[in-house]
């Protein structure tokens, strides 16, 4: 019976298995990005705990997006377990970084799986994904403008808590 569901699917098998590895790297991602939220909410810093709590609950759409494509187009989604997570950060600026690599890592991923489409014509698949190429794109912007301030504002005392305040601009030129 799998091997027959198998064959009814609209995307490819191949693209299926790495759409559900996807699944799963979109929940670490809005894992460790609650883990940071957190960091940043007992360091006082809730401009930028807010701004990771988002990036947390877009990172589970991204994954529930996937997740109802394979089911829709007659795949088997799986949910994903998520290991443990890193929760010790030394500094926002650290966050930061931490979170434009994981985002990077992300786009290579996602990357890696159009590749794929195109090697065997699943072009109903490849479409779909170009909706994650740009949103991938904006992440990784947001991350880097975010390091950016860093540079100009410094990292320490006054210089850290009007950073913090500037996060939400951020936020807010990525969502509009």
Same mark, same amino acid.
């Given at each position: 019976m799998k091997d027959l569901v198998r064959q009814k699917l609209s995307i490819h098998v191949d693209i299926m298995d790495l759409l559900n590895k996807q699944i799963e790297k979109e929940a670490v991602s809005s894992s460790a990005y609650l883990a940071m939220a957190s960091w940043c909410d007992h360091?006082?810093?809730s401009y930028s705990a807010e701004f990771?709590?988002?990036q947390a609950e877009?990172? *589970?759409e991204h994954m529930m997006k996937l997740f109802r494509y394979i089911n829709d187009n007659g795949g088997n989604a799986f949910s994903p377990e998520v290991g443990s997570v890193n929760h010790?950060?030394?500094s926002l600026e650290e966050i930061f970084e931490t979170a434009l690599d994981q985002e990077i890592e992300i786009t290579k991923s996602i990357h890696n799986i159009v590749g794929?489409? *195109?090697k065997v014509s699943d072009f109903t698949t490849?479409?779909?994904l170009q909706w994650f190429i740009e949103e991938q794109m904006e992440e990784e912007q947001m991350m880097r403008r975010a390091l950016e301030?860093?540079?100009l504002m410094g990292t320490d005392g006054l210089g850290l808590k009007l950073l913090d305040e500037r996060i939400p601009q951020i936020r807010k030129k990525h969502v509009e």
């Open positions: 360091n006082a810093l990771f709590y988002d877009e990172e *589970r010790e950060f030394n794929k489409c *195109r490849d479409h779909f301030l860093f540079d």
